[in-house]
């Protein structure tokens, strides 16, 4: 091997699902290459194969995968050629893979050692005492504390975070010169995923591996990515270094991307979107497949398919734009556009601090009893949400912010008295809610509805789109002839942005993010002043959820909707919310409006989650600057630490904090914190 | 996970109490001991002191539940229930008709059912996970494929027909082994070879297929994935990783008839005439001979209970998960 | 009348089972998602292949299910009487078969009977002779004026018999083409290669090669019925294929109605013990663990065995043996029934506890629309799959079942004809030299078929309507 050839040289790979007796490419003619060192960022939307592309190169695929043709040249041999047997050499011993989901990934009835064992054995030749040996020294690097005893530890004993450790323990064991990392921190709270991304990081400079990487989140690839590969329906569309990519992204796709994520800047205006969909495999154009979406295509995108044009060294887009120097639509013009709206924050905040409140919730607790023993007898609670308090005013957004376990569901379940509270007053437009039996609560109902994570778990798939949205009008006898129900039904659909016909059709004819639109339609089907809407955008992707968010806006404006807004998503919250709570462990330890809780965050917790959050703009913040790296996990709510919740984790613990639970400090007539540090009339 | 298991043990019994009381329900309160009476007399022409008599001679005159007529605690002793049923919990069980003490035959019995039933059951569990995992090894080839078709086809045959075939064949036109009987001694092997390979074979079909299925099941979840990014040959991913985890789902199935291999085969005892407890078993109901049918529902539900536990004791052995709950 | 109409209780459960199953296709057609599940098991070649095989089953089950009893000759005073005797359209068309009993054994297609007697010989002499040989049959190739040209005479009917079933074949797979080309509006010629493709939707060159062996089956025995016992005789001298037939509706009684029995038990207190939890749950769930701990074969014995102590003791309820055989048959799948809802009722207890977290169903919480409507609109609908899933899957296991118990003799009435009882009256008959195979081996035969066809279309249906195997696939 060539010193100056690269680790890894993808050239031309195609991949594909075998169908019944056809296969249907996922991936086309994708090629990069990665050099020591250095960690190439591939980034798409879910279904545009860059998934597919990382498992190729180490011939995991599934059972229907077919690798179709291409070239993997991995430390100068053609991996693709490689009999089976040596590829296993290559597989942990060259090349490592870490996954999306550290919980499913690590298999439950192994200890840790043996798992990491496993790879020592096979890629070291080390065993017994060499190996317990070599496996302590691996859990110590991945920041693993008290690693002789983890290492005797089943998976289901260690936290996500630690799993996710364990998992790129077991990654380095083999001493790999690339990594391949899925989607390392999907599925992880912003504080690990710090924690995990600096650590992946600091391996990398020590040990001089390569890192393909695999994400949809900006943020991440702002991150950590030196260089950056953007994936579209299974193509390589645009690479570029980091710094190109963001100052300057080329093609199309990749400034949308951009243009649809939400933030303050963008406050009070419209989100860009990308109309359509990305293609289904069966049915790829010819020509360029991002045509069918592009606002900038013309006939020769829909005919030919564009080739590769580098505008600068290192940064090649495919895209028939640049065929001619300055072609390309300057980066940015959309995103400025987008923002001269402003917000008419001013002018509401003084209106709704008059007004009494739709929502009030005082001291609200959900305790789940903890049975144990020969009669199940109740030994504890698990205090999910233990006396949160908040108000929300007609047309206002109140995001509800925190980690997952902080109880934030639960609240939002408690108030729609979907799960019964333990203890503390709802009341909704002056009534009290919580107590009342389910005929009494029946017509209160009306007022509140729910917006739902998962937009696959909350239609069901056996009734139709006009059933589901004709079940509360029914419950609640909304326009009660037939005809009357069917043309609001049609109007309700086209409020939210879908074609009547839809009424006929079954949930699983549409995508996620048309899902939520019919969910959010059966919402608004009975006229609610108050919808609580559960992490509504979270499962969807970026462009996806620039369309609800200003389908959410639009509806808030129009029929002055109260949203109470529960999320883990600190752009989504910059960019709707009018007031901010931070949950912690079951209870609200900050809250107030947006700008003085993200723009002067004062408790040691909405410090460290905000800058835990990668941006994606890595000019717009300066780069972790005053990075707060928040230690350990969120205990269980079961058995919360004693004093403030937060004092084990928390960089600024006194004594005080240790003793007692602090009380509420109004730092401002909005703005209050829980927290010893401002107690003391600070 | 003392307490885990103490806390089982202590579900067991009113599941116990539960039985004894439908047992006891269908045998003397659907049907009056009249009824029985009258039909093991011959329906027509009973005359009421033959009934009578009847009665008196097991103990089935005494009222049901309460015996107002005995003095003290003889007002709930002195009952069926409490003679018949109740007392099953201490292991009596009555006579049975031809006037032997059940609970010693069933002590006797045994031994020839186990002899037929251990086998066949650690063969069985041999073959039938070594099959699977030897389709799951090849799994989407044409081995694998036709030999689910082999699986549905055994399994679509009647267990009569093993049984009545392999005697015919093996023992009638090759007579290789005996065709029926059983005895101790050095020849013992003889006698236990058919009915132990009858039982085995009659029993891959759908325990291939069944573990087959969990086998799949296990293949595609995410750590079989992180086994072969490991490198790790096929081999290793199988036997170290899938079939340890589907252990859990494996033994679910299989560790709760230990305890019944006790009560043997109804169907193989009485085709080889093996005098073991399943033979008894269909003597008695081809005899109506309800003493002995409602000891043995009795026995066959204790046996599974402790089946029961026994199978949340192995899951401590396989599922770390339970081992180390508090 | 000529006939008096006759509906026994199974009957009615049959037919019953019958227009639910056309509810159900109906419903089904109504719903694209039960439509596309149901079109995933067209497309299925075994599931289809097996289904035609079970139609004929099911044929000749229904045609047993038509039951009445003949006018005696010769009614007194204008008064039809009506015999004892229950008969059914099946035996209608299997008179000859019913009819035409030997004296005891016969091998298939055998001209003489399988054991020697004396009988008496006239020499050309005029004297009489008494010698042991085996004697002609009364019935079985009776026709033949020279028992020597038996096999010419079979072969002969054999002959016809694939020529009719290849000429009716060619026959209905060109009125399907026909039918296809019309309704796709292309060639004929067109239509009739799309059936033997892969991909046209529907399993068609599956259903066209079962129908094509099943065509082939049916007229082979037709054309040698008439004159020859085709799989021989029993120890009374009973046509062995006429058992073998009246044996398939008593499979399918067990098969069908058990489940039947138990889907309502099993489904409402799945659903309540699942949805509503708490006491309920604990209840239920005391209950089928306590009924699931008897072990199920002496569970079963027990019952039966006190089912026979009532029916033994209670003569006066039933007018004829048919009533009797017909009601021990119903409280055999009543007894089935009780001791197999636990699995289904587990399993839907299960699902429902799943269902119930999920979000649609919280929506229609938050609507505070009534549990007994989210149990009839989102919870019932989303397991149904569940329990078609059941229905097939238990099939096969109960008609298996059947025969065990027949054979240790707590199945259905030693009289009625079943596989069970054929297995358990012929199995000492191996014993015999020469071997008398021919019930054994007929009982195997079409059992197998039965069962096969019955799993082969559980697993298509499985595989089908397992959410798990459709999740993968959108």
């Given at each position: 091997?060539?010193?100056?050839?690269?680790?890894?040289?993808?050239?031309?790979?195609?991949?594909?699902?075998?169908?019944g007796r056809r296969v249907l490419a996922a991936v086309e003619g994708v090629g990069f290459d990665l050099a020591a060192g250095e960690t190439l960022a591939l980034l798409g939307e879910s279904g545009c194969g860059k998934s597919a592309t990382a498992l190729s190169l180490l011939r995991l695929l599934p059972a229907a995968g077919r690798i179709l043709g291409g070239e993997v040249r991995f430390a100068g041999r053609d991996l693709l050629s490689l009999p089976e047997s040596e590829m296993r050499a290559v597989r942990g011993g060259g090349m490592a893979m870490i996954f999306q989901e550290p919980a499913t990934s690590l298999n439950p009835v192994l200890t840790v050692g043996r798992q990491i064992g496993e790879v020592l054995e096979r890629h070291a030749g080390l065993t017994g005492e060499g190996a317990r040996a070599r496996a302590l020294a691996l859990l110590a690097d991945v920041g693993i504390a008290d690693p002789a005893r983890r290492l005797d530890e089943y998976p289901f004993q260690l936290s996500g975070g630690m799993k996710q450790r364990v998992m790129i323990a077991m990654a380095l064991a083999g001493n790999p010169r690339l990594l391949v990392a899925d989607e390392p921190t999907t599925a992880l709270d912003v504080t690990i995923q710090a924690q995990i991304l600096e650590l992946l990081g600091r391996l990398q400079a020590e040990r001089g591996m390569g890192i393909l990487l695999i994400t949809h989140d900006l943020g991440v690839v702002a991150r950590m990515a030196t260089r950056v590969g953007v994936m579209y329906a299974g193509e390589l569309v645009e690479e570029a270094p980091r710094a190109a990519f963001f100052a300057a992204p080329r093609h199309p796709y990749t400034q949308k991307l951009f243009a649809a994520l939400p933030d303050l800047a963008r406050r009070g205006g419209r989100l860009e979107t990308i109309p359509g969909q990305v293609p289904p495999l069966?049915?790829?154009?010819?020509?360029?497949?991002?045509?069918?979406?592009?606002?900038?295509?013309?006939?020769?995108?829909?005919d030919e398919a564009p080739a590769w044009h580098a505008p600068a060294p290192g940064h090649r887009v495919r895209c028939h734009l640049l065929e001619t120097p300055g072609g390309s639509v300057a980066a940015g013009t959309s995103v400025g556009?987008?923002?001269?709206?402003?917000?008419?924050?001013?002018?509401?905040?003084?209106?709704?601090?008059?007004?009494?409140?739709?929502?009030?919730?005082?001291?609200?607790?959900?305790?789940?009893?903890l049975r144990r023993g020969l009669l199940q007898r109740t030994v504890g609670h698990v205090k999910a949400v233990d006396g949160v308090s908040l108000t929300l005013a007609r047309g206002r957004t109140l995001a509800l912010v925190g980690e997952s376990g902080?109880?934030?569901?639960?609240?939002?379940?408690?108030?729609?008295?979907?799960?019964?509270?333990?203890?503390?007053?709802?009341?909704?437009?002056?009534?009290?809610?919580?107590?009342?039996?389910?005929?009494?609560?029946?017509?209160?109902?009306?007022?509140?509805?729910?917006?739902?994570?998962?937009?696959?778990?909350?239609?069901?798939?056996r009734m139709t789109v006009g059933e589901i949205i004709g079940e509360g009008m029914a419950a609640f006898a909304v326009a009660r002839p037939a005809g009357e129900r069917a043309a609001a039904i049609a109007a309700l659909l086209a409020q939210v942005g879908l074609d009547a016909a839809a009424a006929g059709r079954y949930p699983h004819e549409f995508s996620g993010g048309q899902r939520q639109r019919i969910a959010i339609a059966r919402a608004l089907a009975v006229q609610p002043g108050l919808i609580v809407c559960d992490e509504p955008t979270s499962a969807l992707d970026v462009s996806v959820q620039a369309q609800i968010l200003n389908l959410l806006g639009t509806l808030q404006a129009e029929l002055g909707l109260a949203y109470l807004f529960i999320t883990h998503n600190f752009a989504v919250v910059e960019y709707l919310a009018h007031e901010v709570a931070v949950m912690y462990l079951g209870r609200i330890v900050e809250r107030g409006n947006v700008a003085e809780v993200l723009r002067t965050p004062r408790h040691p917790y909405t410090q460290a989650l905000l800058s835990a959050v990668p941006s994606p703009r890595p000019d717009a913040r300066p780069m972790q600057q005053d990075f707060v790296r928040l230690p350990g996990e969120t205990p269980s709510p079961a058995n919360p630490p004693a004093g403030c919740h937060f004092h084990p984790r928390c960089p600024r613990a006194s004594e005080a904090c240790r003793q007692r639970y602090p009380d509420v400090t109004a730092l401002s007539p909005t703005h209050a914190v829980s927290c010893h540090l401002y107690n003391d009339g600070a | 996970m003392l307490a885990y298991l103490l806390r089982r043990l202590f579900y067991a019994l009113p599941i116990l109490i539960g039985v004894n009381l439908i047992t006891f329900g269908l045998f003397f309160v659907v049907n009056t001991p009249d009824d029985m009476a009258r039909m093991q007399l011959g329906v027509k022409r009973v005359t009421p002191e033959a009934i009578e008599k009847w009665k008196a001679e097991r103990g089935y005159d005494k009222p049901l539940f309460i015996n107002p007529a005995a003095p003290g605690v003889g007002l709930l002793t002195e009952t069926i229930f409490f003679e018949k049923s109740a007392r099953m919990f201490v292991g009596d069980f009555g006579r049975a008709e031809d006037g032997r003490d059940i609970a010693r035959e069933i002590v006797t019995r045994m031994g020839p059912s186990l002899a037929i039933a251990l086998p066949t059951f650690i063969l069985g569990l041999f073959v039938t996970v070594s099959l699977a995992l030897l389709l799951t090894f090849f799994r989407a080839t044409y081995l694998d494929f036709w030999g689910v078709v082999l699986c549905v086809a055994l399994m679509s045959i009647s267990g009569l027909f093993y049984i009545i075939g392999g005697q015919f064949l093996i023992s009638k036109l090759w007579k290789l082994v005996p065709i029926s009987g059983y005895g101790g001694g050095p020849d013992a092997w003889k006698f236990l070879l058919l009915p132990v390979a009858i039982g085995v074979v009659s029993g891959i079909g759908s325990s291939t297929r069944w573990y087959r299925t969990i086998f799949l099941e296990e293949i595609g979840r995410d750590y079989v994935r992180t086994a072969r990014a490991?490198?790790?040959?096929?081999?290793?991913?199988?036997?170290?990783?899938?079939?340890?985890?589907?252990?859990?789902?494996?033994?679910?199935?299989?560790?709760?008839?230990i305890p019944l291999l006790f009560m043997g085969s109804l169907l193989t005892e009485s085709f080889f005439g093996i005098p073991g407890l399943g033979s008894y078993t269909i003597d008695a109901i081809q005899?109506?001979?309800?003493?002995?049918?409602?000891?043995?529902?009795?026995?066959?539900?204790v046996l599974y209970i402790a089946g029961l536990m026994l199978t949340d004791l192995s899951y401590t052995l396989v599922d770390p998960r339970i081992r180390f709950e508090r | 009348m000529s006939f008096q109409p006759v509906l026994l209780w199974s009957d009615l459960l049959i037919w019953l089972l019958v227009a639910g199953a056309v509810a159900l296709g109906v419903l089904s057609a109504r719903n694209p998602p039960l439509r596309a599940a149901w079109a995933r098991v067209g497309r299925s070649r075994p599931g289809m292949a097996a289904a035609t095989v079970l139609l004929a089953f099911l044929a000749v089950g229904l045609l047993d299910s038509l039951h009445y009893r003949p006018a005696l000759p010769g009614g007194e005073g204008g008064r039809t009487v009506y015999s004892v005797e229950v008969l059914s359209a099946l035996d209608a068309l299997l008179t000859p078969l019913r009819t035409r009993n030997e004296k005891t054994y016969s091998a298939p297609l055998a001209t003489r009977a399988h054991a020697r007697e004396a009988i008496e010989v006239r020499a050309p002499d005029g004297s009489v002779r008494q010698v042991r040989d085996y004697p002609r049959l009364r019935h079985g190739g009776a026709h033949l004026g020279d028992e020597a040209a038996r096999d010419a005479d079979v072969a002969a009917r054999l002959l016809r018999a694939c020529a009719l079933a290849a000429g009716l074949w060619l026959a209905l797979t060109a009125a399907v083409a026909a039918r296809r080309a019309a309704r796709d509006g292309r060639g004929f010629a067109a239509a009739w290669r799309g059936l033997w493709r892969d991909g046209e939707g529907f399993a068609w060159n599956a259903v066209l090669g079962a129908l094509a062996a099943l065509l082939l089956l049916a007229c082979a025995l037709a054309a040698l019925v008439p004159e020859y016992h085709v799989f021989g005789t029993d120890k009374v001298g009973q046509d062995v294929l006429y058992q073998v037939l009246k044996s398939v509706r008593t499979a399918l009684v067990i098969g069908l109605v058990t489940t039947l029995v138990m889907l309502p038990l099993a489904v409402l207190l799945g659903i309540v013990a699942g949805y509503f939890r708490g006491w309920a749950d604990d209840?239920?769930?005391?209950?089928?663990?306590?009924?699931?701990?008897?072990?199920?074969?002496?569970?079963?014995?027990?019952?039966?065995?006190?089912?026979?102590?009532?029916?033994?003791?209670?003569?006066?309820?039933?007018?004829?043996?048919?009533?009797?055989?017909?009601?021990?048959?119903?409280?055999?799948?009543?007894?089935?029934?009780?001791?197999?809802?636990?699995?289904?009722?587990r399993l839907l207890r299960g699902e429902a506890l799943k269902l119930r977290e999920l979000e649609y169903i919280q929506a229609a919480q938050a609507f505070g629309v009534s549990d007994l409507a989210i149990i009839g609109r989102h919870l019932l609908p989303n397991l149904m799959h569940i329990v078609i899933i059941a229905l097939v899957m238990d099939f096969s296991s109960l008609v298996l079942a059947e025969a065990v118990l027949s054979y240790v003799g707590i199945g259905v009435d030693p009289t009625m004809i079943s596989f069970g009882t054929m297995i358990n009256n012929a199995r000492m008959e191996l014993a015999r030299e020469p071997v008398v195979w021919w019930s054994l081996a007929a009982a195997f035969f079409f059992m197998f078929a039965l069962v096969l066809a019955a799993n082969l279309l559980a697993d298509a249906v499985r595989d089908a309507f397992d959410p798990r195997m459709t999740g993968a696939a959108s």
């Open positions: 091997m060539n010193r100056d050839d690269p680790l890894l040289s993808v050239r031309d790979l195609r991949m594909g699902f075998a169908d069966a049915a790829m154009p010819s020509g360029c497949r991002f045509a069918a979406r592009c606002p900038h295509a013309w006939q020769r995108c829909r556009a987008s923002a001269v709206t402003g917000v008419p924050d001013a002018a509401s905040v003084a209106h709704a601090a008059e007004a009494a409140p739709l929502l009030a919730v005082t001291d609200l607790r959900v305790h789940f009893p902080c109880g934030k569901t639960t609240v939002g379940k408690a108030i729609l008295q979907l799960v019964a509270p333990t203890g503390g007053s709802v009341r909704l437009d002056g009534c009290q809610l919580v107590g009342l039996g389910r005929q009494a609560l029946r017509p209160l109902r009306r007022q509140m509805q729910m917006v739902f994570q998962d937009p696959f778990a909350s239609l069901n798939p | 490991k490198g790790l040959p096929e081999t290793a991913v199988l036997f170290r990783h899938v079939l340890k985890n589907a252990m859990v789902p494996i033994l679910t199935g299989v560790v709760v008839v005899a109506q001979d309800f003493a002995v049918v409602r000891a043995m529902v009795f026995i066959g539900s | 209840a239920i769930q005391y209950l089928y663990t306590t009924l699931n701990s008897i072990p199920g074969v002496l569970l079963i014995a027990a019952a039966v065995l006190m089912m026979q102590v009532v029916i033994d003791t209670h003569p006066q309820w039933f007018a004829t043996a048919a009533e009797r055989a017909d009601l021990r048959l119903l409280a055999l799948c009543l007894i089935l029934g009780m001791t197999s809802w636990t699995g289904l009722c």
